[in-house]
């Protein structure tokens, strides 16, 4: 499984990127695909998921700003940053998992970072 993300860079406070994540390999469809991210000294943190159903979940730090959707022909996820700011700086990672409920296991699986810098 490959997860390749891209789209990252430097803008300013206020503006707009767009994240894309595209999976390939053995596998392309998962339980979930979403995207993390780590700041400098910080843990690595949930910045929004997808489930298969289409349910969406966000941190509460980025609620109305990001926009996390799927584009299942192309094998592709995409995370809609606005209005960023500089506390949104971090590397972002593209992740995706499998969950087996008979056996209680979470598999997951990462994609290179991507940095973001927001800054004036």
């Known amino acids: 499984v490959q997860l390749q993300a891209s789209g990252g860079g430097l803008v300013q406070p206020g503006g707009s990127l767009r994240l894309s994540c595209a999976a390939s390999?053995?596998?392309?469809?998962?339980?979930?695909m979403g995207w993390y991210r780590q700041a400098p000294g910080k843990q690595r943190e949930l910045v929004a998921a997808?489930?298969?159903?289409?349910?969406?979940n966000y941190a509460d730090s980025v609620k109305g700003r990001f926009t996390i959707s799927r584009d299942n022909a192309k094998n592709t996820v995409y995370l809609q940053m606005s209005n960023l700011k500089a506390e949104d700086t971090a590397v972002y990672y593209c992740?995706?998992?499998?969950?087996?409920?008979?056996?209680?296991?979470?598999?997951?699986?990462w994609g290179q970072g991507t940095q973001v810098t927001v800054s004036s």
């Open positions: 992740n995706a998992y499998d969950y087996s409920m008979r056996r209680g296991v979470r598999t997951d699986y």
């Open positions: 390999g053995s596998r392309v469809s998962f339980d979930a």
């Open positions: 997808i489930i298969s159903s289409g349910t969406t």
